[in-house]
């Protein structure tokens, strides 16, 4: 193991340590002693905590392969083994059984992503069913089942913008030390048009030690889960649209990617302004507005470049006008970590 490995391996384990005396502190007021912290060797096993030698061990290959999320995930449910040892002296409890349930919730182990309830389950599927329809190659048709999934989605918001609501939180796409201005804009179009707030978060990076940027959007389940649709299709319809551009020859750099952004910006705001004149204004929703600060109580803004202005933006924003969103929601599970760790 070279010097760079083991300065690498020491902030893991500082991390680790910082993040447990917090939890142990904010969950069970500092009743926790702490435990010998260690980097595990194996791949099988995310994590373990031994009794005997009061060791917590997390596997340096969770630590490099998933999201740092995951692996506090991990670190929470070794404590909550240690929570049954050492505060309750229950040695032979079932290994995830009611005493670990327990534990976990004492701990505040709940999901980030609530889910869907299942009225928004019933609201959403007839989305999900109008978006598999703007995949006909019929393009009036596909434009009408997407607006008519966008009406769809505005009238459920403001049917229930002041009922009480779960909301939950979702990080979207990779981890960044620069933020490219195609990334804020779709943040900006997701915040904008589709029910959610969103926030650049600061994320632990393992494999380089350091912090990064990612995008989390706090919403309701189905929102949150429309705005994670809404995200990956324009990243991959970017790439997509870029990739073609470059095989004529032309450039699909980042000039022609804002144009397409400002395009698809453009339409959105046009149907918005429909709604507006049926009179479906929407006003915002308290409840999430309460979330978000509680969340985030203090947040800051960062500028950036301005946009290009040349033929390259032009030609994307005409794309971007006709832009339809083709492609029916799936339930999305974990990202795949070597998308997210770059």
């Avoid at 339930?331 to 760790?341: E, H, I, N, S, V």
Wanted: with cysteine; proline share 4%.
């Amino acid at each position: 193991m070279n010097a760079e490995h083991v300065q690498l391996q020491k902030v893991w384990l500082e991390k680790l340590s910082a993040a447990w005396a917090e939890r142990n502190q904010s969950c069970l007021q500092g009743q926790l002693l702490p435990p010998v912290f260690r980097v595990g060797e194996g791949a099988r096993t995310l994590g373990t905590f031994e009794p005997h030698t009061r060791t917590l061990s997390i596997s340096e290959s969770h630590i490099l392969e998933s999201h740092w999320d995951e692996v506090l995930n991990t670190l929470v449910h070794e404590m909550a083994h240690q929570v049954i040892h050492e505060l309750w002296g229950v040695p032979h409890a079932q290994p995830h059984g009611p005493e670990f349930q327990r534990a976990l919730r004492m701990l505040g182990a709940v999901a980030e992503d609530g889910g869907l309830s299942p009225e928004e389950s019933k609201v959403f599927s007839r989305i999900e069913k109008l978006l598999s329809l703007a995949q006909s190659d019929n393009e009036y048709e596909a434009g009408m089942a997407t607006a008519a999934a966008n009406s769809l989605l505005l009238k459920y918001n403001l049917k229930g913008r002041t009922a009480p609501k779960t909301y939950s939180r979702r990080k979207l796409g990779g981890l960044k030390v620069r933020i490219p201005m195609t990334w804020k804009m779709i943040g900006g179009i997701l915040s904008e048009f589709f029910f959610v707030e969103c926030i650049w978060v600061s994320v632990f990076h393992a494999a380089s030690g350091k912090n990064r940027r990612q995008l989390e959007v706090l919403g309701t389940g189905g929102n949150v889960e429309m705005a994670g649709y809404v995200h990956d299709f324009l990243h991959q319809t970017l790439k997509q649209l870029s990739r073609d551009r470059a095989r004529r020859g032309e450039s699909g750099g980042r000039g022609f990617q804002c144009g397409v952004l400002l395009g698809f910006k453009e339409t959105l705001g046009n149907r918005k302004e429909v709604h507006r004149q049926e009179g479906l204004i929407w006003k915002g929703d308290p409840g999430l507005d309460a979330f978000f600060r509680e969340a985030y109580p203090r947040t800051s803004s960062f500028g950036g470049r301005g946009l290009p202005i040349d033929g390259d933006l032009q030609a994307g924003k005409s794309l971007g006008k006709k832009l339809i969103l083709r492609r029916p929601i799936v339930r999305r599970g974990t990202k795949d970590p070597a998308q997210l760790q770059k």
